[in-house]
């Protein structure tokens, strides 16, 4: 289904931020999984930290990262649930420019085969700021696994066809 050139690859600056009240550096298994597969892919992990769930804070760090010219792309990891804590995507909307939804449709697509309905309860989203694209996964391990694995994994590599995002990066 999905085909690559054979040109040569070409790695993006990422940065993982886990959006947690309750994990810590040590704890947190979503983003190290993240990180995993961003270095085992090739990329350069930039920056990785972690923010409670608060719009502000994370409003914050998403804005002094996409400022930096040294990250081209923000992966987040909690947040995006339903409750009252969860406010990642009140924040992407924040700082944003563009919002990319075939990222949130096709994430619940391929997460509905593994979880069913519950897959409803998530809101991942991607967007573009300025020249940063900035993707929301859901805080489980299954789910940022998934996001990397089936989609991820895919658009940030230049050498995926018919397209990626990769391409576009001198555009945005």
């Not at 930096?68 to 992407?92: H, K, L, Q, S």
């Amino acid at each position: 289904m999905t085909e690559k050139d054979e040109g040569g690859f070409r790695p993006c600056a990422i940065a993982i931020l886990t959006i947690s009240d309750t994990r810590t550096p040590e704890t947190d298994r979503s983003g190290q999984i993240l990180a995993d597969r961003v270095i085992q892919a090739g990329h350069m992990l930039t920056a990785r930290d972690l923010v409670p769930d608060t719009l502000g804070e994370i409003v914050e760090r998403l804005r002094l990262w996409i400022a930096r010219e040294d990250i081209e792309v923000i992966i987040t990891t909690g947040g995006t649930g339903i409750t009252a804590r969860d406010v990642t995507p009140e924040a992407f909307q924040r700082v944003i420019d563009k919002e990319i939804p075939g990222f949130g449709e096709l994430f619940r697509m391929l997460s509905y085969a593994k979880i069913g309905t519950a897959t409803i309860q998530s809101r991942a989203l991607a967007g573009i700021a300025s020249r940063t694209l900035l993707f929301a996964l859901p805080g489980s391990t299954g789910a940022v696994a998934d996001g990397w694995d089936d989609i991820l994994t895919h658009q940030l590599d230049n050498r995926h066809r018919p397209c990626n995002f990769v391409d576009l990066l001198p555009r945005l």
